[in-house]
């Protein structure tokens, strides 16, 4: 764990940092943090009893993301609404980040 958290943290920083020294330039810099996401890659663990029922001990709303919702949150963020956003690191994980 102290490799994979050293690693978040690293992100989050680099994050902030170049969204302070592009700020000048008006380029904005966010990550995006997905949790759970059901693409193919998922395949490989298995679907059966025990995917779902740690799913939903896992995760508050109970499911997966979907490739779609992270594009379409990718894609709001480039947009002139998105503005103001800069330097965040924006967790999208059906709530993981609550625990």
């Known amino acids: 764990m102290v490799a994979y958290c050293t690693s978040n943290f690293g992100i989050q920083g680099f994050t902030q940092a170049l969204a302070m020294e592009l700020a000048a330039h008006n380029i904005r ?7 759970v996401i059901d ?4 395949d490989d663990l298995g679907r059966d009893e025990t995917w779902n ?3 939903q001990q896992l995760i508050p709303l109970n499911r997966p993301g979907s490739d779609t919702e992270i594009g379409k ?3 709001y963020l480039c947009t002139p609404e ?4 800069t330097g965040q ?3 999208i ?7």
């Open 39 to 42: 693409t193919s890659r998922m």
């Open 82 to 85: 998105a503005s103001y956003i």
């Open 93 to 99: 994980d059906g709530g993981v980040v609550m625990w």
């Open 89 to 91: 690191s924006l967790n």
């Open 73 to 75: 949150f990718l894609a």
């Open 53 to 55: 029922k740690t799913i």
């Open 29 to 35: 810099v966010n990550a995006v943090c997905p949790g």
